[in-house]
């Protein structure tokens, strides 16, 4: 196992976008409750997890604005102590974070990641993960989006979660939860 040390990504599960939230994204219930899923896992068998926490800092941001409740992360799953948490103020979680080289130091080579919204923080995470040389495994049913609006035209959730996944089996095996599992090192 040394070799291959997995980590579990979980990127954005946070209170604004669960019903109630100021961005409410489709499907979230289930997908929080599914990254609980793998994160139990990951905390049975002591492999690292890592929660990254977006603060919106441009202005007239309307969500994940610091001090407020929406921005806190959502308790279905919530860090236990000594878990790490990095904070972030772009889609892509490595950007201006921590985030590489906390994993590069324990000679991690596969990510798990699960997360919030599909289509723009799960995406830029897990290209740049790609492109840094890490071996991705995208939990599908762990990941919510939301409508889209393209000129007239409304996308719905569904289609663009799944166009989305379907462009990133280019760059991660775009997996369920419980296909993940099956894969996680004992």
Known sequence: MQN?????????????????GKNALEGSPEAGFNAAIL??????????????????????????????????????????????VFQKHFPNSFRETPLFDHL???????????????????DATTRAAYDLGFECLLAHDA?????????DKLIPASHVHGAFLAA?????????????LLQVND
Do not use: W
Request: charge should be neutral; aromatic fraction near 8%.
């Open 4 to 20: 291959n040390i997995q980590a579990l990504i979980l990127v954005d599960i946070q209170n604004d976008y669960f019903p109630g």
């Open 39 to 84: 994160l139990s896992k990951f905390r049975q068998l002591n492999l690292p997890v890592v929660h990254i926490q977006h603060f919106s800092t441009r202005p007239g941001a309307t969500f994940f604005i610091p001090g407020t409740q929406g921005v806190e992360i959502h308790t279905s799953v919530t860090p236990q102590q000594g878990e790490t």
């Open 104 to 122: 590069s130091q324990p000679g991690i080579k596969k990510l798990v990641i699960a997360g919030m919204m599909t289509h723009m923080c799960i």
């Open 143 to 151: 990941c919510a989006t939301r409508d889209l609006k393209f000129k």
């Open 168 to 180: 990133l089996e280019s760059y991660a095996r775009v997996l369920s939860v419980e296909e993940i």
